[in-house]
Every structure is written in C-alpha cells, then in structure tokens.
C-alpha cells in the first residue's frame, strides 16, 4: 500500500495564493519514496487552473463548497495516510484538535506565531520564525527560520544567487503584490513611481488579481512619467522574470523568500496584518527595504520610498547579499526529511 499525507489549505482574492502555494512546494518534493499526496484545497476558480498547471492532483473546490471538516477527517482516516499538513490559522483551529485527539500526525504550517496545539510539527519558515519559538509549547518539533523555506520548484530550478543586478541608468524593476493584490497596491505604485529615475517596470499580475482596468490606468501614467511598463498575467514561472530583474518592489509575503533565494533586492511592504511581522524583522535585520504597512502608508511617503530604493545603487548591493545568505532553497525538502519522513 502506497503511504500517502494529506495537504489542506484554501485561496482566494481575499486570501492570496501563499497558504497552495506552499503545500504545492512541498508536494513538489514528494518522491517516490515519500508518499503519494493527496490535495485538499479550496479558493477561487483561478485556483483549480493554477493547480492543475503545476501538476498537483487534487481537486480545488470553488468559495461556497469548501471540503468540511468530516471530509477531511474521513481522509486522514485512510490507513494508507502517514499525515495531514494544515496550511492557514483558521484551518488549523478548526482541524487540528480532532486530528490529534485520533492520534494522526498533524504538520501545521503557520506565520503568526502563538499556536499553543499539541501538534507534530510546526514549521514557520520566515526569518524572524526562530524568535517565536517560544509561542509553540506543544509542538512536538519546531521547524523554524529560512532553513526550511518552501520554494516552488518553478523558483528552485534556477541556482541560488542566479539574479545578479546591475546599476546601470535604467533599471530592470519586478513590481509583484502576490497573487491576487487584494489591496490594489500594483495599480498605486505604478501611479506613485517617481519619473527622477525612468526605469524599465515589469508588472505581475497574479492569477488572482482581478482589476485589470485600474492596472492599465495606471501604466498609462507610468508610461507618461518616463517608464516603460510590461504587464505580464498569472505567469507559471516568476523565477525566469526575477533572475532577470535589478531590483523588486513588492508585498512582504513568499515573494522576499523567492527573491532573497534568487538574489534580487527588494522593497517591500506589509499589505495585510500577518506579513506586518515579516516586513519589520527584514528591515531591522538589513534584508529588504521599506518594511511600512501598506494601509497606513500615504503617497508622499510611499513616493519618496520608491525613490530612495531605486536611487540607492550601493544600499541594494547590500540587501541583496544580507538576503541571499539567508536562504539555501533546501527548505522543503528539510521539511520532508523531518516532519514527514
């Protein structure tokens, strides 16, 4: 009988892609001789799409029918599960007490901090994560900081450091707010982008990411301000536009592992409450640049940031190696080995 382990996590325009898109690096790493996995996630009808093109069986069910707890404890029930990995807070309350109360290994993957569970494995793969450890005394193990980074394998295929930016007159600038932008911030930064250093804007729109007509307006005015924009959709592989760029601008998410991996400098910026704490502890430790919630964050300022950033030759060079010796992009596989092996 082939072992198997259960992977739940959900997506929407709300949620981002970041909750999938970890499960799917970690289902990437499966071999043969790890088990079979079995996907369990719920979001958008963008999801379903995205899943099926990177190769992940299972079925992504559309807002309205998401998999119920019974469900999910019916399939952990399966002799042939070895484990269940539990992506996102909520899920995590709802799912993880039954699971451990019927005595199947539970991972749960978390960014929050604070999670009290009497669980397997907890794996917190931000920098700041090892300064949390303290908010898991019930985890059996601590999986924590960016040695167990998950990378797509979309990211891992090219070797680390293999983005090396340059400082000529006109910059290579990736602008990337996740997969959805539920905040709008791609739209304002290419109003904001100041025209004292005319750069070259590659725009990622991912396959979450719905207001097309604000994001065209917005290039218009990029456009008029001396920039030339390219706007690329719900690309399968963000690592062939990263290794290419000289700088990012972006939400403080998974984006900053992947960039961080590949060596490109980033500024970035806390769009909701849980990258708040990432963007934050990356400033303070030299990683990124920005770190401000994006929310409370007016023009001028923003405006000003964005300058400083692409001004800034010398302080880039700087994050980009601080950043880089964070992150090996042997992450998930660590998690393989040691929670789920």
Not at 17 to 26: S, T, W
Not at 128 to 144: D, E, F, I, S, V
Not at 180 to 208: E, K, M, N, Q, Y
Not at 315 to 327: C, M, N, V
């Amino acid at each position: 009988m082939t072992p198997a382990i259960v992977f739940r996590a959900d997506a929407s325009h709300a949620l981002g892609l970041g909750h999938v898109a970890r499960l799917c690096a970690l289902i990437e790493e499966l071999g043969p001789d790890d088990a079979q996995p079995i996907a369990m996630f719920g979001g958008d009808a963008e999801l379903s799409a995205w899943v099926s093109r990177h190769g992940i069986a299972g079925t992504a069910r559309p807002p309205g029918q998401p998999w119920s707890a019974a469900e999910v404890l019916a399939a952990a029930a399966e002799p042939r599960v070895r484990a269940v990995v539990v992506d996102g807070p909520t899920l995590a309350t709802a799912l993880a007490p039954a699971l451990i109360e019927r005595g199947v290994r539970t991972v749960v993957i978390d960014d929050r901090g604070g999670c009290a569970l009497a669980v397997d494995a907890i794996v917190n793969h931000n920098f700041h994560a090892p300064t949390l450890a303290g908010g898991y005394p019930g985890a059996r193990l601590r999986l924590l900081g960016r040695d167990y980074l998950l990378l797509r394998r979309t990211v891992r295929r090219y070797p680390r450091g293999s983005c090396r930016p340059k400082t000529g007159a006109r910059l290579r600038v990736i602008v990337s707010f996740g997969g959805s932008d539920p905040v709008g911030a791609t739209a304002r930064t290419l109003h904001l982008i100041p025209p004292d250093r005319p750069v070259d804007l590659v725009v990622l729109a991912g396959p979450g990411f719905r207001d097309d007509e604000a994001l065209r307006r917005a290039a218009q005015v990029a456009a008029a301000a001396g920039h030339t924009v390219q706007i690329v959709h719900g690309s399968d592989d963000p690592g062939s536009l990263f290794v290419h760029a000289d700088a990012a601008i972006c939400s403080a998410g998974g984006t900053l592992g992947e960039l961080a991996y590949l060596g490109c400098p980033a500024l970035g910026f806390a769009i909701v409450p849980d990258q708040v704490p990432c963007a934050r502890n990356q400033v303070r430790g030299g990683l990124i640049a920005g770190g401000r919630t994006w929310s409370e964050t007016d023009d001028d300022t923003l405006r000003a940031e964005l300058l400083a950033f692409l001004a800034d030759d010398r302080g880039r060079r700087g994050l980009r190696q601080r950043a880089l010796a964070t992150a090996t992009g042997n992450g998930a596989r660590r998690v393989v080995n040691e929670a789920l092996g």
